[in-house]
């Protein structure tokens, strides 16, 4: 039988098994180990493994059509040169069947792929794929399957990739290759480096003792024959293990495995696990540092982290009860850690490592505090040490256990679909599997749920044992203090240098030579074509493989309490989603800017009368969670043009979701929140405006693109102006400002919620089934009639001023991150499907090429806004800025000369239309459904664009390349970088030093 996850009877365990294969029976080469149920995900498992080689794989058959599949190998690295993932990069550099440079930018051109990357773990590399149509997926399986059992591994791309010696015009020395950068980048954030020594700290005598990324001073000293000996040792089939889920019979994978790949291998080695780390007897400190400016201060700008080494991780049941244990001590402001470190002086906030680690072959602990400084270690230990001594001697608060046992079961019963769900069954199996255990065994979730449940009855004080055993007895522990070090860019910056001057000195005649045909000869491969014939070997799909019509979100236009409502009726497990719009029409720009503010704090600062803790306990053993946020963008008219009048739509809102039971509770809950929250100045709002301050200080190096993106954009629209005034770095000045005055900051949010919070201003979007609608929508009815009923100001036309056409942004980074934007079509028309079209050849193809495989950067995009009008670029962790912003130009200079030949269209067209093939959870229906509606994205005009993409000729880019040419003199620029790579453009773009902004990190 098949099953359908609308269906809502009681199935038994016999139905579940939805495949023909039987345990003990041979298929294909393959022998199946086990055929079982997986009820707590609708599924059936199927192990299996290959006799002559012992290449493994397991299927979750299900009744998804966004199928997912894995291959995963042990790579344990015995250095920090980072070989596995410098391989990672350079398999899918050209392979037996396909010698072609880079057959992974050819599938990202002509895929309609939802999910294809690959991921370097610290013990393990992936090759993960995901698509909607089976075809599809198997082109892709092909072409993975060739590269990483058949790669050529040709040394030009391993110096592309992974490091390669430079010689300039100048006979110059300098160092450049894609994940050199891309580690360069990794090292220039406190919470990277944190990251990493909350492991490495713990686990010296095994491979987890070194960084398998590669730091930046080990990366260079990796040889070429040690790079394709990791090959060799590694990437066989029996050191593999294939992961697949969804609705593709288990024998076709079979059968394509034997029939591609695995006929040509016999056995080798496959036992590669990571040795148990031996335990210590006393605990160990480590320090680390981390760049910043020479003139920026230092003073509460170190992290402590106290790191603990636990149980194995294949063991699900100890696993759970140490996840468990993380998300009561951790999970929320009602978590006893989490709230003695945010209220000590000691510090800011909890470090951003804090939490439970997985993925590792043994389970680590971390929790510390951030915003400290180095003396105060001692004493942040105390804090924590005594923190778990008191919940030893007083007990845990039965209701907080009990809410964190409801958050990890209502996440499991949530119906997640495709490959989001997919990757995340296959990491939690992995965890497992590559340690010895069976495939499912720490992939299920129930069963264990189940006996810890009933552990915690037998023994109510089970996590405080837990507590006392793991945390306060056991001595192998590392405290990580990573500080600021205004010198350590100079320092490293001269390492460098030394390090190239010592090797421009050992190079005789001869060797500087072979250095120069190397350089060409990389350079020759990189502009060489590929032989056409090769080219076409490749397997894709046609034109018409690409579904002509799109695919819709019924919803059902109603009101409730005079209220509009979208609703969309679907399974969801007994779980009710309702997504909140708030409309912020007639606020004043004062308002709009402090309305981060209230977002962060609206669920965070606890009721006039209930402390923020216990409104935290109260949100977890009601719902699945109260979530707020802002919502900004331009209208579109019914032909799917921005309106012309510019408006446009911002809305605070807020989700929430909730078993059907407990829906009046929840609202209920939700109403007072609305209504009493406490916003009153003090230690609560401060401390939550520090930590959205110390949050977003976090991500700017990490995001630094997206943050110069939003700043090179924002000139466009008032919408873009809005978002980027809340999400950029202008809102990171207003936090900075925010926290030296919390009296005013409460002063001006007081009066805003009640403006806000009414039925005048309110849409909403409900996904339930048609069963539990009817008491659904009375429970929301009581609710809606409980808020006042306000009133809908005029809107006020809000100017945002006028912005700098160039500017640069400067922070301690090693890498830079370039943004532009350029006049682009407006939504409704033609040209804007012609625009996207162009974005993605660009980034799959000219940008690809000249920035990141020639450039070094570890990316570079194009994205065309037809909302706001606008098209833009941008690069990611890159050695350039001059350099790549002439390369956006020329990007468009080559499509305007350029008529795209017919099978190229033919693969961006399908390219572009996959990220709207994608299936949808029940939850992300409504979410997105609701935006359609609040932004006027009618399905007609998705319809439209739909048709104008499938009919796309070379023409059209052609002449979208040409506008976007000639507007190239209205672009703007933003530029976010470290000082030394600021003053190097400024030589040839003396405008950057005009408009430079010091960011508040």
């Not at 199946?32 to 997986?38: A, F, G, Q, Y």
């Not at 199927?46 to 998804?64: I, K, N, P, Q, S």
């Not at 680390?288 to 020479?294: I, K, N, Q, S, T």
């Not at 001594?389 to 679909?417: C, H, M, P, W, Y």
Request: net charge negative; proline share 5%.
């Amino acid at each position: 039988m098949r099953l359908h996850r609308h269906e809502s009877v009681s199935i038994t365990i016999e139905e579940f098994l939805m495949t023909s294969l039987q345990e003990g029976t041979s298929t294909f080469g393959f022998h199946i180990i086990s055929v079982h149920p997986l009820p707590e995900i609708r599924a059936t498992g199927v192990w299996a493994r290959h006799e002559r080689t012992g290449f493994e794989l397991y299927h979750v058959v299900c009744d998804d059509p966004e199928n997912l599949a894995a291959v995963s190998f042990s790579t344990l690295p015995r250095d920090s040169t980072g070989v596995a993932h410098i391989l990672e990069h350079t398999v899918l550099c050209g392979s037996e069947k396909y010698p072609v440079k880079d057959p992974f930018l050819l599938l990202l051109k002509g895929s309609m792929s939802t999910f294809l990357n690959a991921f370097t773990f610290p013990d393990k590399t992936v090759y993960p794929a995901a698509s909607t149509v089976d075809k599809d997926l198997f082109n892709i399986l092909e072409v993975y399957g060739d590269a990483v059992f058949f790669p050529l591994l040709r040394k030009e791309f391993f110096q592309q990739e992974g490091h390669r010696l430079v010689l300039s015009e100048e006979a110059k020395l300098a160092l450049s290759g894609v994940v050199f950068n891309e580690m360069k980048g990794n090292y220039s954030t406190q919470e990277g480096i944190e990251a990493d020594w909350s492991y490495r700290s713990l686990l010296p005598d095994t491979a987890y003792a070194y960084d398998s990324g590669g730091d930046p001073e080990c990366i260079p000293s990796l040889t070429y024959e040690a790079f394709r000996a990791f090959h060799e040792t590694y990437y066989h089939p029996s050191n593999a293990k294939a992961f697949v889920y969804g609705d593709i019979p288990t024998e076709r994978y079979l059968e394509f495995y034997e029939t591609r790949f695995l006929s040509r291998f016999e056995k080798g080695q496959g036992d590669f696990h990571v040795e148990p780390q031996p335990r210590w007897s006393e605990p160990r400190d480590h320090i680390a540092h981390y760049p910043v400016d020479r003139d920026d201060p230092v003073v509460d700008k170190t992290s402590v982290t106290i790191n603990w080494l636990l149980d194995p991780v294949h063991d699900p049941e100890r696993t759970l009860e140490l996840e468990l244990l993380a998300e009561v001590l951790l999970g929320s402001s009602a978590s006893p850690l989490y709230r003695v470190i945010a209220e000590s002086d000691l510090g800011e906030d909890l470090s951003s490592t804090s939490g439970i680690e997985t993925e590792l072959a043994e389970v680590v602990f971390s929790v510390g505090m951030r915003g400290t400084n180095p003396e105060s270690k001692e004493a942040v230990e105390e804090l924590i040490f005594n923190e778990l001594q008191r919940l030893v001697s007083d007990g845990i608060d039965a209701q907080l256990i009990e809410g964190a046992l409801r958050k990890l079961e209502f996440r499991n019963r949530e119906l997640k679909t495709g490959s989001s769900f997919g990757l995340r069954l296959m990491r939690r199996s992995l965890r497992g599997w590559m340690n010895g255990a069976r495939p499912e065994a720490t992939m299920l979730f129930a069963p264990y749920v189940e006996e810890l449940r009933r552990q915690l009855v037998q023994n109510p004080r089970l996590l405080e044992g837990v507590i006392q055993e793991r945390l306060l007895a056991n001595n192998h522990r590392c405290t990580v203090v990573v500080r600021p070090d205004p010198e350590l860019s100079s320092r490293r910056a001269e390492a460098e240098r030394q390090y190239l001057a010592a090797k421009e000195a050992e190079l005789t005649q001869e060797a500087r030579e072979q250095l120069l045909q190397e350089q060409q000869a990389l350079a020759t491969a990189q502009e060489t074509p590929d032989d056409p014939a090769a080219v076409a070997a490749i397997p894709f799909l046609e034109r018409s493989d690409v579904p002509r019509d799109i695919i819709r979100i019924p919803m059902s236009n109603t009101e409730v309490a005079g209220v509009p409502v979208f609703y969309h009726e679907s399974f969801t497990n007994g779980i009710v989603y309702l997504d909140f719009a708030f409309s912020l029409q007639g606020l004043n720009e004062e308002q709009l800017r402090i309305l981060p503010v209230l977002a962060d704090a609206l669920t965070e600062c606890g009721l006039l009368d209930m402390s923020y803790d216990e409104l935290a306990r109260q949100i977890d053993l009601v719902s699945g969670g109260i979530h707020s946020g802002l919502e900004v963008g331009s209208i579109l008219t019914p032909d799917g043009d921005p309106r012309p009048d510019g408006a446009y739509g911002r809305y605070f809102t807020l989700r929430i979701k909730a078993l059907e039971h407990s829906l009046s509770e929840a609202l209920d809950l939700m109403g007072r929140i609305l209504r009493e929250a406490d916003i009153r100045p003090g230690r609560r709002l401060s401390d939550v405006v520090s930590e959205s301050r110390n949050d977003m200080r976090s991500s700017i190096i990490p995001a630094g693109h997206t943050y110069a993106g939003l700043r090179a954009v924002r000139s466009f629209s008032p919408s873009l102006a809005l978002e980027e005034r809340w999400r950029g770095i202008t809102h990171l000045f207003d936090l900075t400002g925010f926290v030296k005055d919390i009296e005013a900051v409460s002063v001006r949010l007081g009066g805003l919620a009640a403006e806000i919070f009414t039925r005048a201003r309110t849409q909403l979007s409900l996904v339930c089934s048609d069963a539990a609608y009817p008491a659904v929508a009375a429970t929301l009815e009581r609710f809606l009639l409980s808020l006042p009923e306000g009133r809908l100001n005029d809107d006020i036309v809000t100017d945002y001023g006028s912005f700098p056409a160039l500017e640069a942004l400067s922070a301690p980074a090693d890498v830079s991150y370039v943004g532009a934007a350029l006049p682009g079509a407006g939504s409704g028309s033609s040209d804007y499907a012609a625009e996207i079209v162009l974005s993605h050849l660009l980034r799959t193809g000219f940008l690809w090429e000249e920035i990141r495989m020639k450039g070094g950067a570890y990316g570079a995009f194009a994205s065309a806004r037809g909302m706001d009008r606008a098209f833009s670029f941008g690069s990611y962790r890159d050695p350039h800025i001059v350099e790549t912003l002439e390369r956006f130009r020329r990007g468009l200079e080559h499509h305007a000369g350029l008529d795209v030949p017919v099978r190229e269209m033919d693969l961006a067209v399908i390219g572009t239309v996959s990220s709207d093939l994608r299936p949808l959870s029940p939850g992300q229906k409504g979410v997105i459904g609701l935006k359609r509606s609040l932004f006027g994205i009618e399905d007609e005009y998705r319809q439209r664009k739909r048709d104008w993409i499938l009919g796309m000729s070379s023409a059209e880019i052609r002449r979208a390349a040409e506008r976007l040419r000639d507007n190239w003199g209205d672009v703007r620029v933003s530029v976010l970088a470290g000082r030394a790579a600021l003053q190097a453009a400024e030589q040839q773009m003396p405008e950057l030093s005009r408009n430079r902004v010091d960011i508040p990190l």
